[in-house]
Nanobody, 124 residues
Framework: QVQLVESGGGLVQAGGSLRLSCAASGRTFSFYGMGWFRQAPGKEREFVAASRWSGGSTYYADSVKGRFTISRDNAKNTVYLQMNSLKPEDTAVYYC?????????????????WGQGTQVTVSS
């Protein structure tokens, strides 16, 4: 089994920064990639960022490119999402997810395990 625990969410003013963490436990040897998604009230879950677990390729939604950075610490089995220059439209519940093999890292259905989510609220 795999468990993912997110942390680091909170309330921040527009222009501020937050760093989300996602600590993984369990069958980490099966990880192929990890991603961050978000879901705002009344909207579908959307892709934010993803990274190969072994390193190399990273992927970003156009809406966060240049502002958000995904990184990982394999020794700690933890993935981070550094969020800078936050905007009110970034307000959502943020979820981390693990894929054991993806065709496209942008699709939620390519991920096998999900965390419980952490709320990010950006005030104007």
């Amino acid at each position: 089994q795999v468990q993912l625990v997110e942390s680091g969410g909170g309330l921040v003013q527009a222009g501020g920064s937050l760093r989300l963490s996602c600590a993984a436990s369990g069958r980490t040897f099966s990880f192929y990639g990890m991603g961050w998604f978000r879901q705002a009230p009344g909207k579908e879950r959307e892709f934010v960022a993803a990274s190969r677990w072994s390193g190399g390729s990273t992927y970003y939604a156009d809406s966060v490119k240049g502002r958000f950075t995904i990184s990982r610490d394999n020794a700690k089995n933890t993935v981070y999402l550094q969020m800078n220059s936050l905007k009110p439209e970034d307000t959502a519940v943020y979820y981390c997810a693990v894929s054991t093999g993806w065709g496209s890292p942008l699709r939620p259905d390519e991920y096998n395990y999900w965390g419980q989510g952490t709320q990010v609220t950006v005030s104007s």
